[in-house]
């Protein structure tokens, strides 16, 4: 059984990434720490999305946890 993630924003969280970083994005959205894992996840099915940055660059987290693309923003939120 999978619960629905919680929408912790309608909208994507733009982060500055930095080439070679690794951040790990939270799918569940009970993160206190948006848009990364705080570890809350533990106890549900959801696990975090590892995103390792090839460039140094701005990128959109998505936030309401509905992205086909996750861990970044694919315009979901709009239909939610
Ligand atoms: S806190 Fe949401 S995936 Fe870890």
């Known amino acids: 059984m999978t619960d629905a993630p919680k929408i912790a924003q309608t909208a994507p ?3 500055e990434v930095e080439e070679g970083k690794s951040y790990f994005w939270c799918a569940c959205g009970q993160s206190s720490k948006q848009p990364f894992c ?4 533990k106890g549900s099915d959801f696990t975090p999305v590892k995103y390792t940055a090839e460039t140094s660059k701005k ?7 509905h992205s086909a693309k996750s861990p970044l923003c694919d315009g979901a939120h709009k239909g939610l």
């Open 59 to 65: 990128v959109f987290f998505c936030g309401c946890k």
């Open 38 to 41: 705080d570890g809350s996840h």
């Open 13 to 15: 969280y733009p982060v």
